[in-house]
């Protein structure tokens, strides 16, 4: 992935296959709209360790969001 692209896991767990696409750190808005759509409730966020600040934001604007209200036991997990 380019320096100003994440990678986004999305993970079925009726069908057990999951899949990983890049997404802009431009796009997030638009990301946090599908997550609320589709109720996800795990997320894997792969990136640049190097690009720490980013990754610390897109963090940071998952959780201040708050977009799992009806999922107690969603999770968000960083990889790097």
Known sequence: FSQDKLGLTLFSVMSGHSIVFP????????????IINYRIREIVI???????????????????????PYEPHAKIEVMG
């Open 23 to 34: 997404v802009s750190w431009g796009d997030r808005e638009q990301v946090a709209r599908l």
């Open 46 to 68: 792969w990136a640049n360790l190097e690009e720490g600040t980013e990754l610390r934001k897109m963090y940071d604007l998952l959780i201040g969001w708050n977009l799992f």
